[in-house]
């Protein structure tokens, strides 16, 4: 495909994938990544992002940043993606580019706990209230553990009368 | 004058059920729940139907009410996470007494599929008193009839008491809320 | 004297329970046009109890804990300045009170004090509800005043009883076919008066959660429910007196309120809903273009 | 007694001597200057004297050089050239004055010297009997003008002094020639002797020309447009205290020598040669000041103005066709005019030489914190202006009524003028009243001592015009306004001037009473003073924000007010409502408005003037006497009514005004002021245009009002500020007293007189509500406001009441007037007016809906937290407002029957057909109504209610005022919650193009259309040499052509 | 006759210069000029032809004299005229060096700040 060529004349490229006719994936180092969105924007037609996701690759200890473009006119989809250092997870904002992205960006943070600097609302509860563990989506985060310290036992599936149950509970509460 | 007027800081007394009238109050209570339209989860979805010609649940003189000062019913449509609860909570506790819950599906009995989610809560009971349950994930429109058919037994009988316990051991589910609400923002007293 | 207080208590509370079933039915009949079965025609007396038995009520202030007494006063005020049953010493109830004019502006204390206690309880919702119902009322005001108007300088009378007995003597007597724009225009206006479907933004159940009694609730509620059946009731009865002849009798004025409320019954349940400005526009031509119609026949004929 | 050639002498001498001193004794130099003319004074004054105590019959005529008068050169003194001369000493005194107190223009000793010769000139010129003597006169006056405006130090002197002198030159010249003609065609040169040959008018064409070549010559002098480029440049470029002089004094010689020469020389054509040039002049002086930025040239096209006013008198003054009766008044406006003009230019020049900066713009906040340059600016003004009651007003008045009926277009002239003068010199006044308080010079002394001259001459004035023109001015109204002036003397402490104002208010109650009768005088007096002492109460809280002239203004406004009432004739009327206006004018322009009070003033000027005309076209001045002839009158003095009650095409000053005047004031403005126009009103119908007869007139007065009470309360609906929006309503509700009014009906005019006294209660309260609101709030703007329930209960009910009262919702006070007024209309029949009524009854429950919940429902705004309840005072008067809204909601009748009575004291009128029955109620032929048992049922029906409601309710708990159902979030703030903004919008995009602003874009284009004539009209003073020169010679040959007869 | 012609002629230069000439020293000599002409003018106004100058002496009393001399009014306005005109062009040239030595021209248009 043309844009690839024209691609790899500019920036660098580690690796590209044609999947379909009309979705490309390029992956490129983290310097590279915002002149390359700035070149797909204002010159091959990729004026929407679509999302921002992010892949946590425990075993190479890198997360994976996947920007997905969409180019209206030619109807194309590209995925651009940069991998960043899983233990030091810092990165640079695109909000400048795209404002929606703040939002995306914002989620990650939460999720992955990889840092936008320069992201205005960083920081900020999206999804998660008052969380206090690190976060969720990683993948060394166990979920069933925490579900069971934090949110109680599963209940047994054999309990029918739920109410009298906790009435006990109430007895017993006052009791102490 | 600080801030403190903007909520009223005062334990609600304990209410007790009776007098002369009190069958006849069942009774009307009974035919007469108007559900508060807040969909909080996946099953709200199966209230449209509930709610509209295929179903009809009006003929049982149940209405969708677009506040919770008017409502008596309030819905637990599927699973609800921490944010969502607090919500919840907030929405429960502003309606009038006499009121009641109904949890719908699997996801406010045990967690259902989301048992080990980070994020949803296991067992619905430990923060409001629920009256009914409607398994099935979803319960379909059928079921959920037939839930609020034994409702209204439960209420005819006199038996569907959550609001009342609710208020008796409220310091027992404020516990239990705070103890996954970790940030507490909200009045003590949310109505 | 004090018969006649009496006998009006008892009218009043007829006409909340006349009111009240006219709901009912008009449930009924929306769902059997909706194929469902509906609820009973008594489910608004079952409503009426829950509400008035509730156990706990909120309060936001004191006109919020008088706005209903004030509701159900304006209601049973226009109510019982609009004789039922003209000539009939009990059933023309307190309409010496005062004439058509009287009326049209006592109608307006009720929804005062009601627009006060809801905008009192702080919710945003309220005093949009509140704002969409008045600026309606400048819409539909216009093309009932001409048709009061046309009536008033007709018959050379502002009493409801005036108007009445000019239209004593058959059935094509009626202002309805005398002055058939003026009806027509009365009869459109009645629609926003009422409410209903096309002119419904006011409440609008879901968006803002029926408006100004958004914080309304249990007894409170239940005043305001009451209030409403028997202001809904004055207006049917002001529409049967002032375009259907009036009634001779008791069954005879059952009979003509239920034929007024008919008619927004079957608009609402065909029609969807105008925004606002739509609402006032249509208001301010439509209707009062028919009006207009009949008051320049009115004013050439002088 | 003092010859005459004595001043001239010493003067001439003192001149001479002063030039020789000034290089050796400074000092003497000074001494002898100012002892000249404080000799001059005294000598003139001595001679004038003379003449008043009438110890000088004749005129004194002095001989020069020892030959008698036909051959030798004569001065000629008589009562008007005493006078004259008087002036000018004195005007030269101050400005000499001036001089010294800011410092002598070097070299001094020359410009003292000039000053002497300037005003020696001028009173020569004033003095002489002898036509070539009468030359060299205006030669030394000219030279030593020439002279004083190239030695001022201002900025663009040089070059004024050029024109002036190009232009003089060629003046000069035409009255040389002229004066060698008139020696060749009569062989003399004295002025009597000419006069005596020609008594019996000039009959040959070349006399004619010879005169009219004197005349033009003097034209120039005299600034006559468009020949008054040079003029206007010397205004603006030169030394204020020159200027004063040459304005003020030796310009008025000119045009005595002018008035002479035309009486000496009676021209046939003299009287529309007086009438062209002196309109002309008039009108381009007027209207080409309105787009002036400079304020010297601004005060110079008045002053040509005034000149042309003087020469348009002139033409009257000369033709002897008129009456003697009416030349002599005319001879007195005359008079008046040129002291006025004198002393009130004088005194504006050397004001505007303390300000910095000579733009409009630099006197910004000049007025404020200078009482004495606000006093002589104020009544300099005034004086110019022509408003009562300074002695300018006299010169208008007698003007206008002496010219005779069928010179009515000047008449419309004179006032137009008048009214342009009013929006220039009062966009300068708002210019000047506002804006941050700047120091202005302190050289006051002669501005000061020269409008004090104005005001002291006030009573001496009134004294001889008011008797000689028999307007019985209310004695005792005029003994209440002098001490409401004196409360000013308290303005050391607040409290004290507002215990000294109700002090004053009872007596005048007191001295009153004997007017209370139950007619419609009597009806608005105790209207006037009971509600103005009520709303006093009120004033204080905040007073002491206000300048110490606040009480004094307030109390005259009310006792105007009084005298508007208790006149018996439309000029005394007149008079007093020219005092309302304008002191009223001053409590408005003491709010922050930035426009309001300089629009209230042109409109009410307009208004006023087209009142004046009115009263001109009147066969009688007694109100109620002879029979009118047309329309024309009515609809002229309706207007001054109809604009004070701001109806529709005349509102636009009052949203400003009500808005932005003091908080104090507007109670008063909206209550009880506004109600003076349905007075005066209610007088054009009954005893002008009579109340059957006119239908049409009335008929569209009835549209008239309807439109106003629709349009002002679609207006109100949208208005976002507190007292704006009440501004509207008032408007609004005005306008259904008129509609009422224009009935003519019994009914309808018993409808107005009960809305008039019931819109007093409620509108009143509204704003003493809203003041207390504002005073505590500290903004009006309504959605900064919003849960004042909590804080403000008392304040809360009341304006409740007096809502559910304005918006006529029975069972309180309002719905009377509602229900008397739609009876009233549909007796009549005026179906179309009916509907609208309704409609626009209907909307003003929008915006009563938007007033309490703004500002007292809804959510209770965080930096209103610590707002207490209004003012003790405050509620005092709200609670006895309240009162009658209450008792008269049960009792109508307790207004209802003194109206009957009021009713049956006027002609065509009879008492209200409303029969009163005890079940029903009150009857008319149409309806009835029982107001006392709505009243009761309400209250029993409420009573009941609430009790069963409080024994079977719930268990109510008060919750906070956040705890709302708000989707189960929680509400952050109370901002957030509170829906204030905005409120109709839903609403305005449906009927948002009805309230496009159409009449105040109307108004604002005629405004602006006329600025752009005016900004064209005065492109002709190119301020070049060659043109000017070119307009004097082609005038003068035109005036030569046109007005000789020679063919 | 001839004098007439002449002192209309002067008056008409004059005028000439002050309308239309540029130079502020121009205007002040056609002012100069038309003072002039109006002087000629008076003079020719008062003479009549075929009689003397009106100096009297005490022989000339005991005859007819008025019917010899020249009507000696005009003479005597225009001596004063003249010392009129004379003053006027000294307080005009007197202004102009003060204009010349402010802005160094003498150009009419540079002194147009005053207007409208």
Request: glycine content about 8%; proline content about 4%.
């Given at each position: 495909m043309e844009i690839l060529e024209r691609l790899r004349e500019r920036f660098e490229v580690l690796e590209e994938k044609v999947q379909r006719d009309d979705l490309i994936f390029v992956g490129t180092t983290g310097k590279n990544l915002i002149p390359m969105l700035v070149y797909l924007k204002e010159y091959e037609g990729f004026k929407t992002l679509v999302m921002i996701s992010c892949v946590d690759w425990i075993e190479e200890g890198k997360f994976q940043l996947s920007y997905n473009l969409w180019a209206p006119k030619q109807k194309k989809n590209i995925i651009v993606k940069v991998f960043i250092d899983r233990k030091q997870p810092n990165f640079t904002t695109i909000y400048r580019i795209w404002p929606q992205a703040e939002v995306y960006e914002r989620e990650i943070h939460e999720m992955f706990g990889v840092n936008f600097e320069g992201n205005p609302t960083q920081g900020e509860e999206l999804i998660l209230e008052d969380w206090d563990d690190i976060p969720p989506m990683r993948r060394d985060f166990d979920t069933l553990k925490y579900s069971m310290e934090k949110f109680g036992e599963r209940a047994p599936k054999s309990r029918i009368n739920i109410r009298r149950e906790i009435s006990e509970q109430y007895d017993e509460w006052r009791r102490k | 004058m600080d801030k403190k007027n903007y909520f009223l800081d005062e334990k609600p007394e304990k209410l007790t059920y009776g007098g002369v009238f009190r069958k006849i109050d069942d009774w009307a209570r009974a035919r007469s729940l108007w559900v508060v339209a807040y969909g909080t989860g996946c099953g709200s979805i199966e209230l449209r139907p509930t709610f509209t010609s295929r179903f009809d649940a009006e003929r049982l003189g149940m209405r969708m009410v677009g506040t919770p000062r008017q409502a008596d019913v309030l819905i637990i449509s599927g699973y609800l996470t921490v944010k969502t609860l607090k919500r919840v909570i907030r929405v429960y506790e502003q309606m009038q007494s006499p009121k009641y819950v109904v949890a719908l599906g699997a996801c406010p009995i045990n967690g259902g599929m989301y048992y080990d989610s980070y994020n949803a809560i296991n067992q619905l009971d430990l923060y409001l008193p629920v009256d009914v349950w409607i398994t099935g994930c979803m319960p379909r429109p059928e079921a959920i009839l037939a839930g609020f058919k034994r409702l209204q037994e439960l209420i005819d009988s006199g038996r569907a008491d959550g609001w009342k316990k609710y208020i008796e051991n409220l310091d027992w589910y404020r516990e239990n809320q705070r103890k996954i609400i970790k940030n507490w923002k909200m009045p003590n007293y949310n109505w | 004297m004090w018969s006649k207080i009496f006998y009006a208590f008892l009218t009043l509370l007829g006409g909340i329970a006349y009111g009240l079933l006219l709901g009912g039915i008009s449930r009924k009949i929306t769902a059997r046009m909706q194929n469902r079965r509906g609820p009973t025609v008594w489910q608004n007396f079952i409503d009426l109890w829950k509400l008035f038995r509730k156990k706990t009520a909120v309060s936001h202030g004191v006109m919020f804990y008088l706005a209903p007494m004030f509701r159900l006063v304006g209601g049973a005020g226009t109510f019982l300045l609009v004789p039922i049953v003209i000539d009939s010493p009990y059933l023309s109830n307190f309409s010496f009170g005062g004439d058509l004019i009287v009326i049209m502006y006592f109608m307006v204390l009720g929804c005062l004090g009601m627009a006060l206690g809801a905008a009192e309880s702080g919710h945003p919702h309220a005093p949009i509800g509140v704002t969409r119902g008045l600026s309606q009322m400048a819409g539909y005001e216009l093309p009932f005043v001409i048709s009061v108007v046309v009536l008033m300088i007709a018959d050379k009378t502002a009493t409801v009883e005036g108007i009445v007995r000019a239209q004593q003597g058959g059935i094509l007597h009626w202002h309805l076919f005398t002055h058939p724009f003026a009806a027509a225009a009365a009869f459109i206006s009645l629609l926003g008066m009422m409410t209903s479907y096309p002119f419904q933004v006011v409440l609008a159940p879901q968006e803002i959660a029926v408006g100004p009694p958004t914080e309304y609730s249990s007894?409170?509620?239940?005043?305001?429910?009451?209030?409403?059946?028997?202001?809904?009731?004055?207006?049917?009865?002001?529409?049967?007196?002032?375009?259907?002849?009036?009634?001779?009798?008791?069954?005879?004025?059952?009979?003509?309120?239920?034929?007024?409320?008919?008619?927004?019954?079957?608009?609402?349940n065909v029609f969807p809903r105008f925004r606002l400005e739509q609402s006032v526009r249509f208001f301010w031509t439509w209707p009062t273009f028919i009006g207009l119609v009949d008051l320049l026949r009115i004013s050439l004929m002088r | 007694m003092v010859n005459p050639i004595v001043i001239i002498g010493i003067t001439l001498a003192s001149a001479f001597f002063i030039g020789i001193l000034q290089a050796y004794a400074k000092v003497w130099a000074r001494v002898i200057f100012i002892l000249t003319l404080v000799f001059d004074l005294l000598a003139s004054g001595i001679v004038f004297y003379g003449f008043l105590s009438g110890e000088l019959a004749r005129p004194i005529s002095v001989k020069i050089g020892g030959f008698p008068p036909p051959i030798g050169i004569n001065l000629l003194v008589g009562k008007a050239e005493a006078a004259m001369a008087v002036l000018i000493f004195s005007v030269a005194f101050l400005g000499a004055i001036h001089w010294f107190v800011k410092g002598l223009p070097q070299p001094e000793g020359k410009a003292m010297v000039?000053?002497?010769?300037?005003?020696?000139?001028?009173?020569?010129?004033?003095?002489?009997?002898?036509?070539?003597?009468?030359?060299?006169?205006?030669?030394?006056?000219?030279?030593?003008?020439?002279?004083?405006?190239?030695?001022?130090?201002?900025?663009?002197a040089l070059e004024a002094a050029f024109k002036y002198m190009v232009v003089g030159s060629i003046s000069s010249t035409f009255i040389l020639l002229g004066v060698v003609f008139l020696y060749k065609a009569t062989g003399?040169?004295?002025?009597?002797?000419?006069?005596?040959?020609?008594?019996?008018?000039?009959?040959?064409?070349?006399?004619?020309?010879?005169?009219?070549?004197?005349?033009?010559?003097?034209?120039?002098?005299?600034?006559?447009?468009?020949?008054?480029?040079?003029?206007?440049?010397?205004?603006?470029?030169?030394?204020?205290?020159?200027?004063?002089?040459?304005?003020?004094?030796?310009?008025?010689?000119?045009?005595?020598?002018?008035?002479?020469?035309?009486?000496?020389?009676?021209?046939?054509?003299?009287?529309?040669?007086?009438?062209?040039?002196?309109?002309?002049?008039?009108?381009?002086?007027?209207?080409?000041?309105?787009?002036?930025?400079?304020?010297?040239?601004?005060?110079?096209?008045?002053?040509?103005?005034?000149?042309?006013?003087?020469?348009?008198?002139?033409?009257?003054?000369?033709?002897?066709?008129?009456?003697?009766?009416?030349?002599?008044?005319?001879?007195?406006?005359?008079?008046?005019?040129?002291?006025?003009?004198?002393?009130?230019?004088?005194?504006?020049?050397?004001?505007?030489?303390?300000?910095?900066?000579?733009?409009?713009?630099?006197?910004?906040?000049?007025?404020?914190?200078?009482?004495?340059?606000?006093?002589?600016?104020?009544?300099?003004?005034?004086?110019?202006?022509?408003?009562?009651?300074?002695?300018?007003?006299?010169?208008?008045?007698?003007?206008?009524?002496?010219?005779?009926?069928?010179?009515?277009?000047?008449?419309?002239?004179?006032?137009i003028g008048a009214l342009a003068e009013v929006v220039y010199y009062f966009h300068l006044y708002r210019v000047a009243s506002q804006g941050e308080g700047k120091e202005a010079g302190g050289n006051l002394f002669s501005p000061f001592v020269s409008s004090l001259l104005l005001v002291v001459s006030v009573p001496m004035v009134w004294g001889i015009f008011s008797r000689k023109l028999s307007i019985p001015l209310n004695?005792?109204?005029?003994?209440?306004?002098?001490?409401?002036?004196?409360?000013?003397?308290?303005?050391?402490?607040?409290?004290?001037?507002?215990?000294?104002?109700?002090?004053?208010?009872?007596?005048?109650?007191?001295?009153?009473?004997?007017?209370?009768?139950?007619?419609?005088?009597?009806?608005?007096?105790?209207?006037?003073?009971?509600?103005?002492?009520?709303?006093?109460?009120?004033?204080?809280?905040?007073?002491?924000?206000?300048?110490?002239?606040?009480?004094?203004?307030?109390?005259?406004?009310?006792?105007?007010?009084?005298?508007?009432?208790?006149s018996s004739t439309w000029l005394s009327l007149f008079v007093f409502w020219e005092v309302?206006?304008?002191?009223?004018?001053?409590?408005?322009?003491?709010?922050?408005?930035?426009?309001?009070?300089?629009?209230?003033?042109?409109?009410?000027?307009?208004?006023?003037?087209?009142?004046?005309?009115?009263?001109?076209?009147?066969?009688?001045?007694?109100?109620?006497?002879?029979?009118?002839?047309?329309?024309?009158?009515?609809?002229?003095?309706?207007?001054a009514f109809l604009v004070k009650m701001a109806t529709a095409p005349l509102h636009i000053w009052a949203r400003d005004a009500y808005g932005e005047s003091a908080h104090q004031f507007t109670p008063l403005l909206s209550g009880i002021m506004s109600k003076m126009g349905v007075f005066g009103t209610a007088l054009v119908v009954v005893y002008i245009l009579g109340v059957s007869s006119n239908p049409v007139f009335r008929y569209f007065l009835g549209w008239l009002g309807v439109l106003t009470a629709f349009f002002m309360t679609l207006l109100a609906v949208f208005q976002d500020d507190l007292k704006k929006l009440l501004a509207y309503s008032s408007v609004a509700q005005v306008g259904y007293i008129l509609l009422g009014v224009a009935l003519g009906t019994p009914l309808g005019w018993s409808a107005s007189l009960y809305h008039t006294v019931n819109h007093f209660f409620f509108k009143a309260l509204l704003f003493v509500a809203a003041a207390g609101i504002i005073y505590r709030v500290g903004t009006s703007y309504l959605p900064q406001m919003g849960g004042l329930i909590r804080r403000m209960p008392l304040t809360f009910f009341a304006t409740l009441l007096a809502i559910i009262s304005l918006a006529g919702i029975p069972p309180l006070s309002g719905f009377a007037g509602k229900w008397l007024l739609y009876s009233a209309l549909i007796e009549k029949g005026w179906i179309f007016i009916t509907v609208v009524a309704f409609l626009a009854s209907t909307l003003a429950f929008l915006y009563c809906f938007k007033i309490l919940h703004s500002v007292f429902l809804g959510q209770l705004q965080e930096e209103n937290f610590n707002v207490k309840e209004v003012p003790l005072t405050v509620a005092l008067v709200e609670v006895l407002l309240l009162l009658p809204l209450i008792i008269?909601?049960?009792?109508?009748?307790?207004?209802?029957?003194?109206?009957?009575?009021?009713?049956?004291?006027?002609?065509?009128?009879?008492?209200?057909?409303?029969?009163?029955?005890?079940?029903?109620?009150?009857?008319?032929?149409?309806?009835?109504?029982?107001?006392?048992?709505?009243?009761?049922?309400?209250?029993?029906?409420?009573?009941?209610?609430?009790?069963?409601?409080?024994?079977?309710?719930?268990?109510?708990?008060?919750?906070?005022?956040?705890?709302?159902?708000y989707s189960g979030e929680v509400p952050r703030s109370a901002e957030d919650l509170h829906f204030g903004y905005g409120l109709y919008e839903h609403f305005r995009k449906a009927v948002g193009w009805l309230i496009y602003p159409l009449v105040t874009k109307v108004w604002k284009g005629i405004y602006e259309g006329i600025n752009a004539l005016a900004e064209m009209g005065r492109r002709i003073y190119t301020g070049d040499v060659n043109t000017y020169a070119a307009y004097v010679i082609a005038l003068s040959i035109i005036i030569l052509y046109i007005f000789s007869g020679v063919k | 006759m001839a004098f007439f012609v002449a002192s209309i002629l002067l008056i008409l230069i004059g005028l000439y210069a002050v309308l239309v000439k540029r130079n502020i020293m121009k205007i002040v000599i056609g002012l100069s000029l038309m003072d002039t002409g109006v002087n000629v003018l008076i003079i020719s106004l008062g003479f009549i032809r075929g009689r003397t100058a009106p100096i009297v002496n005490v022989k000339d009393l005991l005859v007819n004299t008025s019917s010899k001399v020249v009507d000696p009014l005009p003479q005597a306005l225009v001596l004063t005229a003249i010392v009129i005109g004379v003053a006027v062009t000294a307080v005009a040239l007197s202004i102009v060096m003060l204009m010349y030595s402010k802005k160094n021209t003498l150009e009419i248009d540079e002194y147009k700040e005053l207007k409208w």
């Amino acid at each position: 495909m043309e844009i690839l060529e024209r691609l790899r004349e500019r920036f660098e490229v580690l690796e590209e994938k044609v999947q379909r006719d009309d979705l490309i994936f390029v992956g490129t180092t983290g310097k590279n990544l915002i002149p390359m969105l700035v070149y797909l924007k204002e010159y091959e037609g990729f004026k929407t992002l679509v999302m921002i996701s992010c892949v946590d690759w425990i075993e190479e200890g890198k997360f994976q940043l996947s920007y997905n473009l969409w180019a209206p006119k030619q109807k194309k989809n590209i995925i651009v993606k940069v991998f960043i250092d899983r233990k030091q997870p810092n990165f640079t904002t695109i909000y400048r580019i795209w404002p929606q992205a703040e939002v995306y960006e914002r989620e990650i943070h939460e999720m992955f706990g990889v840092n936008f600097e320069g992201n205005p609302t960083q920081g900020e509860e999206l999804i998660l209230e008052d969380w206090d563990d690190i976060p969720p989506m990683r993948r060394d985060f166990d979920t069933l553990k925490y579900s069971m310290e934090k949110f109680g036992e599963r209940a047994p599936k054999s309990r029918i009368n739920i109410r009298r149950e906790i009435s006990e509970q109430y007895d017993e509460w006052r009791r102490k | 004058m600080d801030k403190k007027n903007y909520f009223l800081d005062e334990k609600p007394e304990k209410l007790t059920y009776g007098g002369v009238f009190r069958k006849i109050d069942d009774w009307a209570r009974a035919r007469s729940l108007w559900v508060v339209a807040y969909g909080t989860g996946c099953g709200s979805i199966e209230l449209r139907p509930t709610f509209t010609s295929r179903f009809d649940a009006e003929r049982l003189g149940m209405r969708m009410v677009g506040t919770p000062r008017q409502a008596d019913v309030l819905i637990i449509s599927g699973y609800l996470t921490v944010k969502t609860l607090k919500r919840v909570i907030r929405v429960y506790e502003q309606m009038q007494s006499p009121k009641y819950v109904v949890a719908l599906g699997a996801c406010p009995i045990n967690g259902g599929m989301y048992y080990d989610s980070y994020n949803a809560i296991n067992q619905l009971d430990l923060y409001l008193p629920v009256d009914v349950w409607i398994t099935g994930c979803m319960p379909r429109p059928e079921a959920i009839l037939a839930g609020f058919k034994r409702l209204q037994e439960l209420i005819d009988s006199g038996r569907a008491d959550g609001w009342k316990k609710y208020i008796e051991n409220l310091d027992w589910y404020r516990e239990n809320q705070r103890k996954i609400i970790k940030n507490w923002k909200m009045p003590n007293y949310n109505w | 004297m004090w018969s006649k207080i009496f006998y009006a208590f008892l009218t009043l509370l007829g006409g909340i329970a006349y009111g009240l079933l006219l709901g009912g039915i008009s449930r009924k009949i929306t769902a059997r046009m909706q194929n469902r079965r509906g609820p009973t025609v008594w489910q608004n007396f079952i409503d009426l109890w829950k509400l008035f038995r509730k156990k706990t009520a909120v309060s936001h202030g004191v006109m919020f804990y008088l706005a209903p007494m004030f509701r159900l006063v304006g209601g049973a005020g226009t109510f019982l300045l609009v004789p039922i049953v003209i000539d009939s010493p009990y059933l023309s109830n307190f309409s010496f009170g005062g004439d058509l004019i009287v009326i049209m502006y006592f109608m307006v204390l009720g929804c005062l004090g009601m627009a006060l206690g809801a905008a009192e309880s702080g919710h945003p919702h309220a005093p949009i509800g509140v704002t969409r119902g008045l600026s309606q009322m400048a819409g539909y005001e216009l093309p009932f005043v001409i048709s009061v108007v046309v009536l008033m300088i007709a018959d050379k009378t502002a009493t409801v009883e005036g108007i009445v007995r000019a239209q004593q003597g058959g059935i094509l007597h009626w202002h309805l076919f005398t002055h058939p724009f003026a009806a027509a225009a009365a009869f459109i206006s009645l629609l926003g008066m009422m409410t209903s479907y096309p002119f419904q933004v006011v409440l609008a159940p879901q968006e803002i959660a029926v408006g100004p009694p958004t914080e309304y609730s249990s007894t409170f509620l239940s005043y305001m429910f009451s209030g409403r059946s028997v202001f809904a009731m004055a207006k049917y009865l002001l529409f049967m007196d002032l375009f259907l002849g009036g009634a001779g009798s008791l069954l005879e004025a059952f009979a003509k309120t239920f034929l007024v409320f008919l008619w927004p019954l079957f608009i609402t349940n065909v029609f969807p809903r105008f925004r606002l400005e739509q609402s006032v526009r249509f208001f301010w031509t439509w209707p009062t273009f028919i009006g207009l119609v009949d008051l320049l026949r009115i004013s050439l004929m002088r | 007694m003092v010859n005459p050639i004595v001043i001239i002498g010493i003067t001439l001498a003192s001149a001479f001597f002063i030039g020789i001193l000034q290089a050796y004794a400074k000092v003497w130099a000074r001494v002898i200057f100012i002892l000249t003319l404080v000799f001059d004074l005294l000598a003139s004054g001595i001679v004038f004297y003379g003449f008043l105590s009438g110890e000088l019959a004749r005129p004194i005529s002095v001989k020069i050089g020892g030959f008698p008068p036909p051959i030798g050169i004569n001065l000629l003194v008589g009562k008007a050239e005493a006078a004259m001369a008087v002036l000018i000493f004195s005007v030269a005194f101050l400005g000499a004055i001036h001089w010294f107190v800011k410092g002598l223009p070097q070299p001094e000793g020359k410009a003292m010297v000039l000053f002497l010769l300037l005003s020696l000139g001028a009173t020569g010129i004033t003095f002489t009997g002898d036509f070539f003597n009468l030359f060299v006169f205006i030669e030394i006056t000219s030279i030593a003008a020439y002279g004083l405006v190239a030695s001022s130090r201002t900025k663009g002197a040089l070059e004024a002094a050029f024109k002036y002198m190009v232009v003089g030159s060629i003046s000069s010249t035409f009255i040389l020639l002229g004066v060698v003609f008139l020696y060749k065609a009569t062989g003399s040169l004295n002025m009597m002797d000419i006069a005596g040959k020609l008594l019996g008018g000039i009959s040959s064409a070349v006399l004619a020309l010879i005169t009219l070549l004197i005349l033009s010559g003097l034209l120039v002098e005299l600034e006559v447009f468009p020949i008054n480029g040079w003029a206007l440049d010397v205004y603006q470029g030169a030394d204020p205290v020159v200027v004063a002089l040459l304005a003020g004094a030796a310009v008025k010689a000119f045009y005595l020598v002018f008035l002479k020469t035309a009486g000496f020389l009676p021209l046939s054509s003299f009287f529309s040669l007086a009438l062209i040039f002196g309109g002309s002049t008039y009108l381009a002086g007027q209207f080409f000041a309105w787009r002036q930025r400079d304020v010297r040239r601004l005060f110079g096209y008045s002053s040509v103005a005034q000149l042309g006013l003087l020469i348009l008198a002139a033409g009257f003054f000369l033709n002897s066709a008129l009456a003697s009766q009416s030349r002599l008044m005319i001879g007195a406006a005359i008079v008046l005019l040129i002291f006025n003009h004198s002393f009130a230019k004088t005194s504006l020049f050397l004001l505007a030489d303390n300000v910095k900066g000579s733009n409009v713009e630099d006197w910004a906040g000049t007025l404020r914190g200078n009482p004495l340059f606000a006093f002589s600016f104020t009544s300099s003004v005034f004086s110019i202006a022509g408003i009562p009651p300074m002695a300018g007003f006299w010169a208008k008045v007698l003007l206008i009524f002496a010219i005779p009926r069928q010179y009515s277009w000047a008449v419309a002239l004179i006032l137009i003028g008048a009214l342009a003068e009013v929006v220039y010199y009062f966009h300068l006044y708002r210019v000047a009243s506002q804006g941050e308080g700047k120091e202005a010079g302190g050289n006051l002394f002669s501005p000061f001592v020269s409008s004090l001259l104005l005001v002291v001459s006030v009573p001496m004035v009134w004294g001889i015009f008011s008797r000689k023109l028999s307007i019985p001015l209310n004695g005792q109204v005029l003994l209440l306004l002098g001490i409401s002036l004196g409360i000013y003397l308290l303005g050391f402490s607040r409290p004290l001037q507002w215990l000294g104002s109700l002090a004053t208010l009872g007596y005048g109650i007191y001295v009153l009473l004997p007017h209370f009768k139950p007619d419609l005088s009597g009806f608005f007096l105790a209207l006037v003073l009971f509600g103005g002492g009520a709303l006093l109460i009120a004033t204080y809280p905040g007073s002491k924000k206000l300048p110490s002239t606040f009480y004094p203004a307030y109390l005259v406004v009310v006792f105007s007010m009084a005298g508007v009432v208790l006149s018996s004739t439309w000029l005394s009327l007149f008079v007093f409502w020219e005092v309302m206006t304008w002191s009223s004018f001053l409590l408005i322009n003491m709010g922050e408005g930035k426009k309001a009070a300089w629009l209230y003033a042109i409109f009410s000027a307009a208004g006023a003037y087209a009142m004046l005309g009115g009263i001109y076209l009147l066969p009688s001045l007694r109100i109620g006497v002879g029979k009118v002839p047309g329309l024309l009158p009515a609809v002229l003095i309706s207007l001054a009514f109809l604009v004070k009650m701001a109806t529709a095409p005349l509102h636009i000053w009052a949203r400003d005004a009500y808005g932005e005047s003091a908080h104090q004031f507007t109670p008063l403005l909206s209550g009880i002021m506004s109600k003076m126009g349905v007075f005066g009103t209610a007088l054009v119908v009954v005893y002008i245009l009579g109340v059957s007869s006119n239908p049409v007139f009335r008929y569209f007065l009835g549209w008239l009002g309807v439109l106003t009470a629709f349009f002002m309360t679609l207006l109100a609906v949208f208005q976002d500020d507190l007292k704006k929006l009440l501004a509207y309503s008032s408007v609004a509700q005005v306008g259904y007293i008129l509609l009422g009014v224009a009935l003519g009906t019994p009914l309808g005019w018993s409808a107005s007189l009960y809305h008039t006294v019931n819109h007093f209660f409620f509108k009143a309260l509204l704003f003493v509500a809203a003041a207390g609101i504002i005073y505590r709030v500290g903004t009006s703007y309504l959605p900064q406001m919003g849960g004042l329930i909590r804080r403000m209960p008392l304040t809360f009910f009341a304006t409740l009441l007096a809502i559910i009262s304005l918006a006529g919702i029975p069972p309180l006070s309002g719905f009377a007037g509602k229900w008397l007024l739609y009876s009233a209309l549909i007796e009549k029949g005026w179906i179309f007016i009916t509907v609208v009524a309704f409609l626009a009854s209907t909307l003003a429950f929008l915006y009563c809906f938007k007033i309490l919940h703004s500002v007292f429902l809804g959510q209770l705004q965080e930096e209103n937290f610590n707002v207490k309840e209004v003012p003790l005072t405050v509620a005092l008067v709200e609670v006895l407002l309240l009162l009658p809204l209450i008792i008269l909601g049960a009792f109508p009748r307790l207004l209802l029957d003194p109206i009957d009575k009021v009713l049956s004291s006027l002609p065509g009128l009879s008492p209200a057909p409303i029969h009163y029955g005890r079940v029903m109620g009150a009857v008319t032929k149409l309806g009835h109504w029982n107001a006392l048992f709505l009243m009761v049922f309400f209250a029993g029906s409420f009573l009941i209610a609430l009790v069963f409601f409080a024994i079977t309710s719930a268990r109510i708990r008060k919750v906070g005022q956040l705890d709302v159902g708000y989707s189960g979030e929680v509400p952050r703030s109370a901002e957030d919650l509170h829906f204030g903004y905005g409120l109709y919008e839903h609403f305005r995009k449906a009927v948002g193009w009805l309230i496009y602003p159409l009449v105040t874009k109307v108004w604002k284009g005629i405004y602006e259309g006329i600025n752009a004539l005016a900004e064209m009209g005065r492109r002709i003073y190119t301020g070049d040499v060659n043109t000017y020169a070119a307009y004097v010679i082609a005038l003068s040959i035109i005036i030569l052509y046109i007005f000789s007869g020679v063919k | 006759m001839a004098f007439f012609v002449a002192s209309i002629l002067l008056i008409l230069i004059g005028l000439y210069a002050v309308l239309v000439k540029r130079n502020i020293m121009k205007i002040v000599i056609g002012l100069s000029l038309m003072d002039t002409g109006v002087n000629v003018l008076i003079i020719s106004l008062g003479f009549i032809r075929g009689r003397t100058a009106p100096i009297v002496n005490v022989k000339d009393l005991l005859v007819n004299t008025s019917s010899k001399v020249v009507d000696p009014l005009p003479q005597a306005l225009v001596l004063t005229a003249i010392v009129i005109g004379v003053a006027v062009t000294a307080v005009a040239l007197s202004i102009v060096m003060l204009m010349y030595s402010k802005k160094n021209t003498l150009e009419i248009d540079e002194y147009k700040e005053l207007k409208w």
